[in-house]
């Protein structure tokens, strides 16, 4: 999908361009969305191209359709070439800093000559910014801490992004006749929400042909190292992606060893020394004469060290252990237990698709029910709905409701939580919804009392059923607000009301150990996709890896429940 990331990074530029010269923002929001809808499209541009329907490809008109042919035909844009002779490539990489936004680029350009990241931190460093029109210490704090979040997320990437590439690696290799067994490993197979590298595993007694194929694969942007057992690239998203082969017999622990966490092996090789037996990526042995017993596979490891098998997912030595030993291990929720999804915009608001659009991909998914959460007023970029707006839209679902089986709308909205905790749509007309879920989306930067406030006067709402992506934090570009979580949750067990499992991959909120101390408080958790278009519906697998790494059963999520069932439970309410 190299060609689709290409053309994404292309869309992305020109909007950041757009955006340091004032431009219109509808117009921006254009080139973000067609740089979003490339980045997770499951096709290849190229092939939609070629068989002409590029214009059915959500957000995607004569002028953007013209701009991608001219990419495919001839691998430039003469408009995205004119944009930037008038500005440094290295200003565009700071817009990509939290807190750097357009103004600022240009300001720090203009005074200062700054045309690079690298620019920007030596100037913050040095206390150059804050005597800048407009700035000031605080504003200079502000850059440099999101100089600290710009280069994590240059460590590491979001777990969509990550577990896209290393899918994409797989179906590549998979299909090779000496290829015995493939898996991922490492973090993403345990699912966490920010990934550093890539491990692949393979079994093969003939690893000649799958590292020359490793190495020459297109998404191979510069090979690292290359070996028999062992070679590493550098994909183009700049993800170094490791791929081991090892026999058969070591497949097991080999998978064991590399998929981690750490800790939970450390545990484990204690375990083993109290039986004495060694524990390492080629097997268990016994202590006393190296006899090799176990290593094909590992749940037969975890037999021998009298466990139940334990998910990838929990391996972070959090009382899985202590819980396989005692038969305590939770039946973690599946993918097929999900009946629902509670988080989904439409072109009312700021979505891509009509609410008939979003039905089709939702029944295609096997749901009993979708709720449409489009915004509220107090969101005017998102073009959030007033109350007339609102109420048109309930009755266009329940106009559509009557023809659909098997399948069905709620009526929602996603409700602004204002700065003083009351919300931006009267409870007049929440009332006449079927699901509410409220979220704070302004003042990110108040007091952690009152931010915590704002959140404890919404909950205590009758009409509030979820709290939407509760801590606010966008990985690598804003982090939490400043409330006390652990309070939220106990105010959340108090009103009956549903923290969220916002799976948006650059969300992923709640984070694991909030979620499993929600468990631990009775807290009902609900997931949400926050589609904006219908393939986001998809990220409902991420947030099922945020549930499963907090411990969730199919009973301690809202969206396992039966239609039947969900009514009553949000009546309770």
């Known amino acids: 999908m190299t060609k689709n990331i290409e053309l994404a990074e292309v869309f992305t530029n020109i909007a950041k361009i757009l955006k340091i010269q004032n431009e219109n923002i509808f117009k921006i929001r254009a080139y973000e969305k067609i740089a979003e809808t490339l980045e997770n499209m499951p096709m290849e541009i190229e092939t939609i191209y070629k068989t002409g329907k ?16 001219e990419l495919l035909e001839t691998g430039k844009l003469e408009y995205y070439e004119k944009l930037k002779e008038a500005i440094p490539t ?21 005074e200062l000559g700054i ?69 991922i490993a490492g973090s993403l197979r345990r699912r966490k929400d920010t990934i550093g590298d890539i491990d692949i595993l393979i079994t ?16 191979a942007k510069e090979v690292l190292a290359e070996g028999m057992t062992k070679s590493t690239i550098l994909t183009y998203q700049d993800i170094q992606v ?27 090789r204690e375990m083993a020394v109290k039986q004495r037996l060694k524990i390492n990526e080629y097997g268990v042995f016994q202590s006393k004469d190296d006899k090799k017993i176990a290593g094909e596979n590992e749940q037969k490891i975890y037999e021998i060290l009298g466990l139940r098998y334990i998910e990838p997912e929990l391996r972070e030595d959090r009382g899985e252990i202590e819980a396989a030993l005692n038969n305590r291990l939770p039946v973690l929720v599946e993918v097929d237990d999900i009946k629902g999804d509670f988080h989904i915009h439409t072109n009312y608001s700021d979505g891509f698709n009509t609410i008939e659009e ?47 089986e098997g399948i069905t709308i709620l009526k929602g909205i996603e409700v602004d939580i204002k700065s003083d905790g009351t919300l931006d749509i009267p409870d007049a007309i929440l009332k006449r919804l079927d699901i509410v879920i409220a979220a704070i989306h302004s003042g990110f930067k108040q007091e952690r009392k009152q931010l915590t406030e704002r959140l404890r006067k919404a909950m205590e709402n009758p009409y509030v059923d979820i709290i939407a992506h ?36 650059e969300r992923m909120d709640l984070s694991d150990i909030y979620v499993k101390s929600a468990r631990e408080h009775g807290v009902l958790l609900a997931i949400g996709s926050d589609a904006h278009q219908i393939s986001a519906l998809d990220h409902m697998a991420y947030g099922l890896a945020i549930a499963r790494r907090g411990w ?21 309410k």
Do not use: C, W
């Open 242 to 268: 490791d791929l081991r082969v090892v026999p058969p017999d070591s497949f097991g622990a080999a998978l064991l060893y590399f998929t981690g966490s750490q800790a939970h092996n450390i545990h484990l």
């Open 552 to 572: 969730l059963e199919k009973e301690h999520l809202l969206n396992t429940l039966s239609f039947d069932k969900l009514q009553a439970r949000l009546k309770k």
């Open 115 to 183: 045309d690079t990241v690298e620019k920007l931190e030596a100037a913050a460093l040095q206390h150059q910014l804050q005597s800048l029109p407009g700035m000031g210490k605080k504003a200079e704090e502000n850059i440099l801490r999101g100089l600290e979040l710009y280069k994590k997320r240059e460590q590491r990437r979001p777990l969509g992004i990550a577990l896209l590439a290393a899918e994409g690696i797989v179906a590549e290799l998979k299909p090779l006749a000496e290829v015995a067994q493939i898996s």
């Open 470 to 505: 509760p801590t606010g934090r966008i990985i690598g570009y804003r982090e939490a607000y400043d409330i006390d979580v652990q309070e939220i949750i106990q105010i959340a067990a108090q009103t009956n009301t549903a923290l969220e499992i916002n799976a948006s991959p």
């Open 54 to 69: 590029l214009d059915e490809i959500p957000g995607v008109g004569p002028a953007i359709a013209q701009k991608i042919g």
């Open 358 to 404: 979003i039905v089709v991909a939702a029944s295609k998914r096997g749901y009993q029910y979708i709720a449409i959460t489009d915004h509220s007023q107090s969101l005017h970029i998102a073009g959030g709905l007033d109350e007339e707006r609102l109420l048109e839209q309930i009755k266009r679902i329940e106009q559509i409701n009557q023809s659909l």
């Open 90 to 110: 290295g200003v565009l990489e700071l817009l990509n800093v939290p807190d750097v936004g357009p103004r600022k680029a240009k300001l720090f350009y203009e």
């Open 204 to 219: 093969s007694l003939k690893p000649e042909n799958i590292m020359e194929k490793f190495v020459n694969l297109p998404q």
